[in-house]
């Protein structure tokens, strides 16, 4: 399979110097070096943001197409079943009530309540996790209760094709497996929940690609989601009710919409010299480093029952990604 273009240039960079405004002229912003340096080595998140807008259907084996249409289905069998629960009807209600009348949003499946993206992505999550019908990753994630929901509201508002889903869909997926794939056994030993942390990416991640954002906007959805990811163990050890998916992906429609209308992100929030102490400056990014810049011939494969880009030979041959 042909490489694209965005993996072949880690040094290019596609920046922003101001933001767009209807109701404001033009304000410049600082951009940080590594996304003006055309020569230096491009962050994390810029390689992903890269990555995930020069993604096409055409790349998508047939193999891949296949099963991301599993996933969707499962997704969607799990909220069916999720709209009967106690949890679900809870989740239903309170954004139908809290987000009354409005207009322009989205619907919640199954009650057919219009809400906000944000408001539907959450209750549809919710009603998914409570159906139990669960894909999983190492476990300790599944991404069928964040990346589906959040790619279903930005689909029903563009008006999006099976293609462009299915595209948006395998993007979510991958970023989200990619980024976590390192990090679940250290976050969950420190108390951290890996699923919301993680699935906030993959849903804003697909719901970015729909809307058809560009690299800069891509890049900014990613920084904006590590401000936004959260998730704690402790409370539901200590007797309370975990606020799992749900929250993550209503966060991620909101890192989405900053991102469209202008928000930076910034260039370096995964591996830069503010985030040392946090999970992010974990000793394991220099290799996520080192995987993330070997990217070669690019394949599309299938890891278990999830949907990842397998990048080349020497990804192939590291634990996680063996088939």
């Known amino acids: 399979m042909a490489e694209p273009e965005q993996l072949r240039t880690p040094g290019k960079y596609i920046s922003v110097s101001t933001v767009q405004s209807s109701s404001r002229t033009s304000t410049p912003i600082r951009i940080h070096p590594l ?85 539907a992505a959450f209750a549809n999550s919710e009603m998914a996790f409570a159906g139990g019908k669960w894909d999983t990753f190492r476990m300790l994630m599944h991404p069928g209760t964040s990346v589906p929901p959040a790619a279903l509201a930005a689909a029903e508002e563009t008006g999006a094709n099976g ?9 979510g997926y991958e970023v989200m497996e990619r980024l976590a794939a390192d990090f679940i056994p250290t976050l969950a030993a420190r108390g951290f929940h890996a699923s919301p942390i993680f699935g906030i990416f993959g849903g804003a991640v697909a719901a970015a690609k729909i809307y058809g954002l ?30 799992r998916e749900g929250a993550a992906v209503r966060n991620a429609m909101l890192a989405v ?3 469209r209308n202008g928000h930076v992100g910034g260039e370096t929030v995964l591996e830069g010299a503010a985030t040392d102490g946090s999970e992010c400056a974990d000793r394991r990014v220099g290799e996520q480093r080192r995987r993330l810049h070997r990217f070669r011939g690019v394949r599309i494969g299938i890891h278990r029952s999830q949907l990842v880009v397998v990048a080349g030979r020497e990804a192939c041959n590291q634990r996680r990604c063996r088939e």
């Open 35 to 119: 996304a003006q340096d055309q020569t230096a080595m491009a962050s994390l998140s810029r390689q992903l943001a890269r990555w995930v807008t020069g993604l096409t259907y055409a790349q998508l084996p047939p193999a891949v197409v296949d099963r991301a249409k599993g996933v969707t289905l499962q997704s969607l069998s799990s909220i069916l079943i999720g709209a009967g629960t106690q949890p679900g009807r809870d989740a239903v209600k309170l954004m139908a009530e809290e987000e009354a009348g409005v207009r322009r949003g989205a619907t919640i499946l199954v009650t057919g309540e219009k809400v906000t993206k944000g408001g």
């Open 163 to 171: 293609k462009d889903f299915i595209t948006a869909l395998a993007a």
């Open 214 to 243: 560009d690299e800069d906007q891509m890049n900014s959805t990613i920084a904006l989601c590590a401000s936004l990811a959260s998730g704690n163990l402790e409370g539901a050890r200590s007797g309370g009710r975990a606020l």
């Open 257 to 259: 919409a900053l991102a």
